[in-house]
C-alpha cells in the first residue's frame, strides 16, 4: 500500500507504542499534523512554548519509562525545544524529538529558520538525523526509539525536510524497538560479592535512568539481607522509599555533612546506576579523581560513563533490573559488621530531617518546613514531587519523604522552568496520583504559561510558588563572593494567585504558616473536584535562604572574611 510519508512516520509512532505526543504546530511539519487527525490511540498535547514540549515529555517517559515524544517547528521552535532535550540527555531520559526542517532544495542557504540541527544538537543528543526520502522512515524511526531507549538512554533528534513530507512510498512498517541493556557476568557479581565481604563500612549510592518497580524492589531485598545503607543520588531521591530504615539520605546539593563524611569514611561505594556526576560527589570532593580511596563499584547502564572521571575497582555496564535481580540473589553477608553503623546513619537522617531551619529572629510568619511537613501529613505517599531548579527545591529534597519509584521529577541538569510542565505531565501520565509541584518565583515565570496546558487538558496539578523576590541562589552566591553589592538578583512579580485564577486555576496566597493547612485543603479540593490546577504562592521571608543559613549571616560571613 501506498502511503504518504506522514502517514508512514505517524503509523510507525503506533509501531512504537507512542500514545502521547507533546508538540507546538508549525508550518514546516503541516502534514504530519494532518496524519495525527486521524490516527487512533495517539493524543497530542498542544503547548504553549516548546520548552513544555521537551520538559513534558522528558517528565512523562520519567514517569511511563516509555520514550517522550515531541514534534517541534523549524529554527525558532527547535531551539525554543532544546532546553528539554540538554535536560533529557543529562537525566538520561530516553526521548525522541521530531523537528520540522527546510526543504533539500533550499537547504544551505540560510532559508527561512533554517539551522544545522546536526551542530546544534550534535553535544546533547545520543543521535542526530534528518530523514530524506520517505522509504527510510521505518528504519530511521526504530534506530531512534532503539538509540534513546538502549546502553545510557537519552534524546535523539530526527529532522524532517519538507520534500519528505511531500513524498509518498511503499513500504512495510518496522517491528517496535527492543531496549537493549547488558547484564553482569558471573565473575562480575561474585566480585562484587568479595568486596563486600570485606568491607567494613560500606555505603550503596543509587542514581540514574532506567529503574523498574521491580529492579527497586530488588534492591531493596539486597540492601535489607546485607544491613546496608543506601543513599540517593542528586535528584534520584525516589529509588529507595525514604520511609525505609536503610535509606540514609540524598547526595547532592544541601547533602547532610554527616551523610558526607560517611561517604569519605567509607571503605567500600557501590554506585548504582547515578553518573557520579559534578553534584552527586560534592564536587567531586566526596570521592577523588580519578583514583579514589574507597573501594569504587561502579554500575552504569553506559560504557562510556565507566572509568570516565573515576577508575573503580570494578566497573561493571549494565542495565539496573539485570543488575538489581542478581543482587537479590546474592548470598547475604553473615552478621555484617557494620550494622550498627547503618541504624546510626539512619538516625542522622531523621535528626537531619527533624532539625529545625536556621531562622536569625525567630521563626518567621510562614515556615516552609512547616509547610513540607503540612503537605506530608496530609497527601499521600505516591504524591509525585516536581521541581525546577533554585533554592526552593531544597524544601522538599530536605524536609520531604519520597514514597519509592517516580514520586520524583526534578532535573539533574538544574534547568529552571521544569517543575510546571512535569507536574502537568505527570498528571496526564497517572491522572489517579496526587501531583505537587516545587516552583520559585524566578522558576515560576519560565514555563508558568504552560498552565493555559494544564487547563486545556484538566490537568489538575498543584503548584507551590515559593515567592522570594528574586533569583535567590544567585544571590545567595552574589553575597558569598561579592557581599551587599546585590546586582541583577531582585525581581518584581506579578499576584501569581490572580494570575492563576486568570487561567481559571486556583490561586490563593498564604503569608503565615497558619493559613496555608486551610489553603492546601482548598487547593486540593479544587484539583481534584474540578480536574484543573491550582496555585499557592507562599510569600516567604528573604532572608530565609536554605534551611541552613541566612542571607544576612551568609553576607556578614563573607564580610568578615575580607
Ligand atoms: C534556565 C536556567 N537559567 C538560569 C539558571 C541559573 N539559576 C539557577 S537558580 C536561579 C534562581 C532561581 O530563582 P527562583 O526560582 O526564584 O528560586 P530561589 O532560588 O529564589 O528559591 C538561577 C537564575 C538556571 N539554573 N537555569
Ligand atoms: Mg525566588
Redesign the pocket.
Known sequence: MIRTAARILIDQLQVHGVNTVFCVPGESYLAVLDALYDARGIRLVVNRHESGSTFMADAYAKLTGQPGVAMVTRGPGATNAS?GVHSAFQDSTPMVLFVGQVGNDFVEREAFQEIDYRRMFGQMTKWVAQIDRAERIPEYVAHAFQVATSGRPGPVVLALPEDLLEQSAEVEDAACHQPVQSAPTDTQIAGVRRLLGQARAPIVLLGGSGWTEAACENLRRFAEANALPVACAFRYQDLLDNRHPNYVGDVGIGINPKLAQRIRDADLVLAIGPRLGEMTTGGYSLLTVPRPKQTLVHVHQGIEELGRVYQGQLMIASGMPQFASRLAMMMPVDAPPWAAATRAAREDYEAWQAQAPVYAGGTPKLDLRQVVTTLQSSLPADTIITN??????TWAHRYWRYGGLRTQLAPTS????YGVPAGIAAKLAAPERTVVTF??????L?TGQELATATMYQAGVLILV???G???????HQERHHPARVIG?G?VNPRFDLLAQSYGAFGAVVETTGQFAPALEQAVAFCSARRLPAVIELRSDADV?TPNATLAAIRSAALSHR
Open positions: 532546553i525546577g531548579a533554585g533554592n526552593f527545591s538544574g534547568s529552571m522552568g516552583a520559585g518565583d524566578g522558576d515560576f519560565m515559593f515567592n522570594n528574586m533569583y535567590g541562589t544567585i544571590r545567595m538578583t525581581l535562604i
